[in-house]
């Protein structure tokens, strides 16, 4: 076998391979209420945590994914030194229901504003047109702001009690924004259409035909 031969040889190789590797993507924006380049009202939170001695501030904004993905982080602005976790929840059709997935972070919330990325734990699926819940609860009690967006105005779900599964009371007010945040993920390789399909294998099946001819 001629050296050309053998690159043409490796090379039909590589193209019949690449049939057969999953198709990835990356973590994708699938909500966010953030204005451009992440801005947001740093001069105007709601509190999470203790405000008043014998309640703690808990709340649940409400998001729906662009698109089907696995959860893979949360990002919202936070100040005032508290300890934050967030939780991601199913709707009940009355406000946030069960948790479905728990997010933490290694950053610290400072005095002045600051956007903190949360992790999921167990990275559940979202699916594309679906209402869930960003719950917000202070583990300590401890005051903290969670800064709210721009324009974003609409009905929240609050609780006194420091419980992430409530009950909840729906919170609607024209003067005030939602809690801004965006909600990340990796979207779910999508099945190709039978068409797609067939033409794939056809593709692979005349590249087999020539590695046999030329091999």
């Given at each position: 076998m001629t050296l050309s031969r053998k690159v043409l040889c490796a090379a039909l190789f590589c193209v019949s391979t690449a049939f057969w590797l999953p198709m990835t993507a990356g973590a994708q924006t699938?909500?966010?209420?953030?204005?451009?380049?992440?801005?947001?009202?740093?001069g105007s939170s709601w509190v999470i945590g203790i405000v008043v001695e014998g309640t703690s501030s808990v709340l649940a904004a409400p998001f729906v994914p662009s698109q089907t993905a696995?959860?893979?982080?949360?990002?919202?602005?936070?100040d005032s030194e508290g300890s934050?976790?967030?939780?991601?929840?199913?709707?009940?059709?009355?406000?946030p229901g069960s948790i479905l997935d728990t997010l933490t972070t290694t950053e610290m919330i400072g005095i002045f504003p600051s956007i903190l990325t949360y992790t999921c734990s167990t990275c559940t699926e979202l699916t594309a047109g679906t209402t869930y819940y960003l719950v917000a609860v202070s583990p300590g009690g401890l005051y903290s702001g969670w800064d709210q967006s721009n324009s974003d105005f609409g009905t929240f779900y609050a609780n006194g009690n420091g419980s992430a599964t409530g009950p909840w009371t729906s919170v609607t007010t024209s003067s005030d924004t939602l809690p801004a945040f965006?909600?990340?993920g990796t979207p779910l390789t999508p099945t190709p259409e039978p068409s797609s399909f067939v033409l794939m294998m056809l593709g692979l099946g005349g590249v087999l035909v020539m590695l046999k001819r030329i091999c």
């Open positions: 699938l909500f966010s209420n953030f204005g451009p380049g992440q801005s947001y009202n740093s696995t959860l893979s982080d949360v990002m919202a602005p936070l934050v976790n967030f939780y991601v929840e199913s709707n009940s059709g009355s406000g965006e909600v990340d």
